[in-house]
């Protein structure tokens, strides 16, 4: 008997799916989740709202607790590992949880109808009924309005204080036998779990240089306050965002760098925003396409700089005025 | 709700929430920056490796391990049908929390600031009725 019930209860939903009780652990399927073209565009429409989102083709987005690709899949970490194609061969997907909802996998390549339909709709577990309203409403919904985006919607409604709460359901998927590191395609890294670390990430050589004191001085800051904020700068005391972004930049690449060294194929950077943290233009728009990060943020960062010097002297002026 | 730590995922905690209905979300892992995901309980911990289940009381033990011919109904009743409450054997020693997250840590530094001030009143309240007394018995 297994020592953990979690464990005895994903061997008693894998037997339902024909895999034996004796097959070892390391022999069983490990989880994932399908992303589909729908569940993407759901996600750009969100983007293509907002003027500080990106929306274009090159748009990887960080996924969220309330998500259109499912709710709760943050739990389980933010690296999202794309795998390739092959893996298709031995991996099967419903809609929902596989536990919980007791789901009824398809596999992934099947063209048979009746079996999408099943995976997507029925359900075996305690949750059935509401499992299966939802699945025919979404499917009916799909069909009608040509809304493939809602095939995943959930709501559910409690039962003591009659509120709905509606949300989306994953796609579920079971890998027979896991994967290998050779069928690992990329890696889509979370940029929030960037920005948590980059603090630390040394900018100094950038900014030794950065300014002069005679560019500081010629926005008529006198010689003290220019020789002080030479000082803020290199310590790290002044930051502004570009700064900020070169940090966030220069820790992606060593992220990136990491895996590659693995002999991960490729390590692109999930966004909140959908923000191409590899294109120059995400952080200013004029720049050319060939131009390289760290040059278009060197020139933001010095410009900033200057700036924050003509608003600290204007910002003296006036209150001596006043 | 009622909410029970029951392991945790590296700088993750992983609760399991006691009240909820059948349908609604059982588990919620806090992140190290207060932020609450509400989940499925089992459909969490039988996708993810690594858990530290904690194992120190009646109630994580009837959750965690595995149970026997005799228990399985009860156990399949409690988690996963939600039909049977839990037993009073098992919640006597149970420390269950009712905020989770950022929400919980303000909620606790409230309490902390209401508590100091009552301790702060009552001692000048003490203060005062001795200051009273004497007076009186002067008088």
Redo the contacts between chains.
């Keep these: 008997m297994e020592k953990y019930s979690d464990e005895a209860l994903k061997k008693s939903f894998e037997s339902v799916s024909g895999i034996p009780p004796a097959v070892k652990t390391s022999k069983r399927p490990v989880s994932g989740h399908v992303v589909t073209k729908s569940q993407i565009e759901a996600k750009r429409r969100i983007a293509a709202g907002s003027d500080d989102w990106n929306s274009g083709p090159d748009a990887i987005y960080e996924l969220e607790d309330s998500d259109p690709v499912g709710d709760g899949l943050t739990a389980q970490g933010g690296i999202h590992i794309i795998l390739r194609p092959e893996v298709a061969g031995r991996t099967s997907y419903m809609r929902g949880d596989a536990i919980s909802s007791g789901g009824r996998p398809v596999l992934m390549g099947s063209q048979d109808k009746d079996h999408i339909v099943d995976a997507y709709v029925n359900s075996d577990g305690p949750s059935r009924m509401s499992n299966i309203a939802d699945g025919v409403v979404n499917m009916l919904h799909s069909s009608i309005n040509r809304n493939e985006g809602a095939f995943n919607k959930t709501t559910k409604i409690n039962k003591k204080t009659g509120n709905k709460k509606h949300g989306s359901a994953p796609l579920d998927a079971q890998i027979l036998g896991g994967f290998r590191m050779s069928e690992i395609e990329g890696i889509h890294y979370p940029f929030s779990s960037i920005e948590k670390i980059s603090s630390v990430t040394d900018i100094s050589d950038v900014l030794e240089n950065i300014v002069s004191l005679k560019e500081i001085m010629s926005k008529r800051a006198s010689q003290a306050v220019a020789e002080q904020m030479l000082a803020d700068i290199k310590s790290g005391k002044m930051m502004t965002p570009s700064m900020k972004s070169l940090k966030d930049y220069r820790t992606a690449m060593a992220i990136r760098k990491k895996y590659e060294a693995r002999g991960i194929g490729y390590v692109l950077f999930a966004h909140p925003r959908g923000l191409n943290i590899d294109n120059p233009r995400t952080y200013d728009k004029t720049a050319s396409h060939r131009a390289k990060v760290e040059d278009v943020l060197k020139k933001k960062i010095s410009l900033e700089i200057l700036n924050a010097v003509k608003k600290y002297v204007s910002d003296i002026k006036k209150s001596r005025e006043s | 709700m009622k909410a029970v730590l029951v392991g945790s995922m590296g700088d993750?905690k992983l609760y399991y929430i006691l009240d909820a209905?059948?349908?609604?979300?059982d588990g919620a892992?806090v992140t190290s920056d207060g932020?609450v995901?509400?989940?499925?309980f089992?459909?969490?911990?039988?996708?993810?490796t690594g858990i530290k289940?904690i194992m120190n009381t009646p109630f994580h033990k009837f959750?965690?391990?595995?149970?026997?011919i005799n228990i399985k109904k009860l156990?399949a009743e409690t988690?996963?049908?939600?039909t049977r409450p839990l037993d009073k054997r098992f919640t006597e020693t149970l420390i269950t929390v009712s905020q989770l997250g950022s929400k919980a840590s303000k909620s606790r530094s409230i309490e902390k600031k209401v508590k100091s001030f009552l301790a702060e009143t009552n001692d000048k309240q003490k203060q005062y009725n001795k200051f009273s007394k004497l007076n009186t018995k002067d008088i």
């Design positions: 993750r209905d059948i349908g609604d979300d892992v932020r995901i509400m989940l499925n089992f459909s969490l911990v039988t996708k993810t289940r959750l965690w391990e595995s149970p026997d156990w988690f996963l049908k939600k």
